[in-house]
C-alpha cells in the first residue's frame, strides 16, 4: 500500500470515449500538487460498448480494454505510487450489463443453456414453474406479445441468433429448425413485452438492462472479484468504495468476505444511504458510508430555518401543498404503493410465492398475501430494516398495519413466520425494501417536491427546513469519534445537483419574500405549463443561472436535456413508458422563453444581487468538508464553481488545463480553488489530527455570534491546532455587520492560512472575515 496515510480522495469518472487510464495518469501531478492524497476511480471494469459510467460491467474478471486494460491500470497505479499517494477504487457487486447479452458472456450461456449453463448460479434467476413463463426466463424486450411474429433467425455470423430487430439472443445447438417462433419456443429464455410484468431476474431497482448477481454464494463472489482479488495480491490500490450493497441477499456477510479479501487496513466505504436517524451497523467490518449523511447536514446547517413559513405559503401557492413533512410523508407511502404494484410487481410477486413457500402456506390467498407485503413496505422508512440497529423496526410496522388494516391479519401471520424462519424471504424482503425507497423518494418525490429542492438530495430529509449549529456540531464530533474514516463528500456522480448549485438555491431560504415576488413577476411574464413543475425548474433555473446573464447553447442544451428527465422522473404529466410529447414541449418552449426575454434579465439581476451570500455558503460548506471529520472527497472538477446537474450532466469532461493553470499561478486563482488547495495541503501537513482527531465547536460572542460556525481539530481536545470558521445566513448582515462580534481563540499565535493574516487572543470577527466569508488558522 501507499505510504501515504489516507486522508483526502479525488473522485475520477473514467470514460472509454474521453478519460482513459492514460488520461488520468497524466493528471496525477495536478493532483498532488492540489494536495489530494488518493486518487479515487469511477468503476474501471468492462462495461457495455459506449457506457460513459462504468456501473454496467459486462465481464467482471476485465479490466475495461476501452480504459487501456490492466496494462493501462498497472501503469496508472504506478504513477501514483512514486508520488506516495493512493489509488481507490468503485466496485459493482450487485448487477451486471444485459441489454446487449453478446457482451456478456455469463449471461449469453445461461440463456443459451438455461439451467444447465455454468453461470447458471450467478444470477439470481426465476425458474419456478409459477413465475408466469413456464419455468423458462422472462426477458422483457418485446414491444408486445404479439411481436414474436416478428422474430427472425440471423445465418449471417458463425452461429444461428435469433434476432428482434436489432437484439440478438443465442440458440441452444440444435434447436434452430422450424420457424423462428418455433425455435423460440425452445429456448431456455422466453421473449415477452416490456410491461408484462414478467421479469426472470432479479434486477437494479427497474432497470431491466442490469442484473443482479449472487454473490452471496463464495464462488460468485470469487468469480465476480477476480480482478479486486489480483489488484489486492499485486498491490495496485489501496481501498474500495462498494456500490449500493443494500441490494444484496446478504450485505453484512458480503462486506465480511470483502474485508477477509481486501485485508484488514485497506480503505473500505460503502454505498450506504440512510435515513433521517438511523446510524450505520456498527457491526459492520467498514469505514464508514460514502459520506450522503455529510452532505445533507452541510447542506442543511447553511439553510436558514426563518424562512420555512414564507416558503411553505410559495409552495402553496403553486403546488397546492406545503411540502413539510406531514405531506411528505404521506406522498411517499402513495408513490412507494404506486411503485411496488407497478413498476416493482414482478420483485413483489415473487417475494410472495417465496413467502408462501418458506412458511408452508397453501391457504392465505395470493393477492392477500401481496396486500399485506405492500403494506408493510410502504411503511419501511429506511432502505433496509435488517440491520443491527433496526431489529425492532419491521415487527413495529407490522403491528402497526395489523391494527391499521385487521383484514390483513391472516397474511401478516404468514408474512411474519417467514421473515422469523430467515430464509430466502426474508432477504428478498430487505432487497424490495431498498428499491422502492429508491424508486418512489429519490426517483420520483424528489422531483415533485419543491418548497426548497436543494434539501432534495440523495438521503436528504426536506421536511427538516435546516439544522441548528448545536446539532451540526454533535452530529459531526460523532462521526469524529466513531466513523474517522468515513466518507465526507459535497458531490457525486449521483447528486440530482452539484454543491455549488445546491448552496445558491439554499439562499433562497434567506430571501423568500423576495423570491415569492420574482415568482409571482415571473410567471406572469412566462407563464410556466405547469405551476407546480414550474416552481420545482424556476428553483433549477435560478441554481445554474450565469452571473452575466451569458446563456450559451451549450447551457441551453444542458436545460432541455434536465428538463426532459426531471419531467419524466416526475411522472404527474409526462413519464419514461408514457411520454406526453406536447407538454414536454411545451416545457422546453417556456425555457426558450426564460432564457430569451425578459425574464432572464431578471434572473441575472436576483443572481448578481445575491453572488456575495452564495459565495458564503459555497465556500462555508467547502471549508467545514475539507478541515472536518472523516475522508473528505473532491468529486472531479469542483474545485472551481460547478454548475452541474443530474447525470449524465455531472459526468461531463472537466477542463483540467484550466485547473493546472490556476495551480501554476495560485495569485489568479478564485476563492474556491484556494480554499481547496489549502485545505488538502493543511491535512496533508498535519495528517494526525484530522483522521482520528479531536472536533472541538469554536462558539462566537456578540450579535452576530449566530452566524458564525466554527471548530477547531487536534490530536486532543486540549491540542487544538487547526481552527475552521465560516459565516452563514449573510444576508441580513449588512444590516448590522459583524459588529462587536469576536472568538476567543486558543492560546497561541495563529494564521489565517487563506490570507496570510496573524491572529491572537479574542479577535473580532469582522477582522477574521475582512477578506473571505471563511478562515482556515493554523497555530504557530
Given amino acids: 500500500m501507499s505510504g501515504r496515510p489516507l486522508l483526502s480522495t479525488y473522485r475520477l469518472q473514467m470514460r472509454g470515449d474521453a478519460f482513459t487510464f492514460t488520461d488520468a495518469t497524466a493528471l496525477v501531478d495536478y493532483l498532488d500538487g492540489l494536495g489530494v492524497s488518493h486518487v479515487y476511480l469511477s468503476p474501471v471494469l468492462a462495461a457495455t460498448t459506449g457506457s460513459t459510467h462504468g456501473y454496467d460491467v459486462v465481464d467482471p474478471e476485465t479490466v475495461s480494454p476501452d480504459l487501456g486494460g490492466r496494462a493501462g491500470f498497472e501503469t496508472l497505479s504506478r504513477e501514483i505510487r512514486s508520488r506516495e499517494m493512493g489509488l481507490i477504487v468503485d466496485i459493482v457487486p450487485n448487477h451486471v450489463g444485459v441489454g446487449d447479452p453478446r457482451q456478456n458472456a455469463w449471461w449469453w450461456d445461461v440463456l443459451r443453456h438455461g439451467s444447465d449453463s455454468a453461470y447458471a448460479s450467478f444470477f439470481d434467476l426465476d425458474l419456478s414453474p409459477d413465475n408466469g413463463a413456464d419455468g423458462k426466463i422472462a426477458l422483457p424486450v418485446l414491444g408486445s406479445d404479439d411481436d414474436v411474429r416478428e422474430l427472425t433467425v440471423d445465418r449471417s455470423g458463425d452461429e444461428p441468433l435469433l434476432a428482434y430487430y436489432e437484439k440478438r439472443f443465442p440458440i441452444e445447438p440444435g434447436t434452430d429448425e422450424g420457424s423462428p417462433a418455433e425455435i423460440h419456443a425452445r429456448q431456455a429464455y422466453r421473449l415477452v413485452a416490456w410491461n408484462s410484468g414478467l421479469v426472470g431476474y432479479r434486477r437494479f431497482f427497474t432497470v431491466d438492462d442490469l442484473a443482479a448477481v449472487r454473490v452471496e454464494d463464495p464462488s460468485v463472489f470469487d468469480a465476480a472479484h477476480a480482478q479486486v482479488a489480483s489488484w489486492i495480491a499485486d498491490d495496485l490500490v489501496d481501498g474500495v468504495r462498494v456500490d449500493h450493497p443494500d441490494g444484496l441477499a446478504d450485505p ?118 401481496r396486500a399485506a407485503v405492500i403494506a408493510v413496505v410502504a411503511q419501511v422508512p429506511v432502505y433496509r430494516a435488517d440491520y443491527a440497529p433496526l431489529t425492532t423496526m419491521v415487527p413495529r410496522i407490522v403491528g402497526d398495519v395489523s391494527r391499521a388494516e385487521p383484514g390483513l391479519a391472516p397474511a401478516l401471520e404468514v408474512f411474519a413466520r417467514a421473515l422469523a424462519i430467515g430464509g430466502e424471504a426474508a432477504a428478498r424482503f430487505g432487497q424490495v425494501c431498498g428499491a422502492a425507497t429508491a424508486k418512489a423518494v429519490e426517483d420520483c418525490l424528489f422531483y415533485r417536491a419543491a418548497r426548497l429542492v436543494s434539501l432534495q438530495e440523495v438521503g436528504g430529509q426536506p421536511a427538516r427546513f435546516g439544522l441548528a449549529a448545536a446539532e451540526f456540531h454533535l452530529a459531526w464530533a460523532q462521526r469524529a469519534r466513531h466513523w474517522p474514516r468515513a466518507m465526507t463528500t459535497l458531490s457525486t456522480h449521483d447528486t440530482k445537483r452539484s454543491e455549488d448549485v445546491r448552496a445558491r438555491i439554499g439562499v433562497l431560504s434567506q430571501v423568500p419574500r423576495e423570491w415569492a415576488g420574482r415568482l409571482d413577476e415571473w410567471e406572469t411574464l412566462a407563464p410556466s405549463p405547469d405551476p407546480a413543475i414550474g416552481l420545482f425548474l424556476w428553483q433549477t433555473l435560478f441554481g445554474v443561472w450565469p452571473v452575466d446573464g451569458d446563456v450559451t447553447d451549450t447551457l441551453r442544451e444542458r436545460l432541455h436535456q434536465y428538463t426532459q428527465k426531471a419531467l419524466r422522473e416526475n411522472g404527474t404529466r409526462s413519464t419514461w413508458t408514457d411520454v406526453d410529447e406536447e407538454f414536454e414541449t411545451a416545457v422546453s418552449d417556456w425555457i426558450d422563453t426564460v432564457c430569451d426575454g425578459p425574464v432572464g434579465a431578471g434572473l441575472t439581476e436576483f443572481v448578481g444581487g445575491l453572488e456575495p451570500h452564495v459565495t458564503a455558503a459555497s465556500l462555508g460548506q467547502k471549508l467545514l468538508q475539507l478541515l472536518g471529520p472523516g475522508v473528505p472527497d473532491v468529486y472531479q472538477g469542483t474545485e472551481l464553481w460547478d454548475d452541474s446537474l443530474v447525470d449524465p450532466d455531472n459526468r461531463r469532461p472537466v477542463d483540467f488545463d484550466e485547473r493546472r493553470r490556476l495551480l501554476a499561478d495560485p495569485e489568479s486563482a478564485p476563492a474556491k480553488f484556494t480554499v481547496v488547495r489549502t485545505a488538502l495541503h493543511l491535512r496533508r501537513e498535519r495528517p494526525e489530527i484530522f483522521v482520528g482527531g479531536a472536533y472541538v465547536p469554536l462558539l462566537a460572542s456578540g450579535a452576530a455570534a449566530e452566524h458564525v460556525l466554527a471548530f477547531g481539530r487536534g490530536r486532543t481536545a486540549d491540542e487544538v491546532d487547526v481552527l475552521a470558521l465560516s459565516s452563514r445566513h449573510t444576508v441580513s448582515l449588512p444590516d448590522t455587520g459583524w459588529g462587536d462580534t469576536t472568538v476567543d481563540l486558543p492560546e497561541g499565535e495563529w494564521e489565517e492560512l487563506l490570507t496570510g493574516q496573524r491572529f491572537s487572543g479574542t479577535v473580532r470577527v469582522g477582522d477574521i472575515f475582512g477578506t473571505l466569508p471563511v478562515a482556515a488558522l493554523a497555530r504557530l
Avoid: M, Q
Fill in 252 to 369: 453484512s456477510g458480503y462486506l465480511t468476505s470483502l474485508r477477509e479479501l481486501i485485508g484488514p487496513d485497506r480503505w473500505l466505504v460503502v454505498e450506504k444511504i440512510l435515513a433521517e436517524g438511523e446510524p450505520l451497523d456498527a457491526t459492520l467490518p467498514v469505514d464508514g458510508t460514502t459520506g450522503y449523511d455529510a452532505l445533507n447536514e452541510l447542506v442543511a446547517v447553511f439553510v436558514d430555518p426563518r424562512g420555512e413559513s414564507a416558503l411553505d405559503a410559495v409552495s402553496r401557492k403553486y403546488t397546492g401543498a406545503e411540502g413539510d413533512a406531514e405531506w411528505l410523508h404521506a406522498r411517499e407511502h402513495d408513490l412507494k404503493r404506486s411503485v411496488l404494484e407497478n413498476g416493482l410487481a414482478p420483485e413483489v410477486g415473487r417475494l410472495v410465492r417465496t413467502i408462501r413457500r418458506d412458511a408452508g402456506d397453501r391457504e392465505c390467498p395470493e393477492e392477500l398475501l
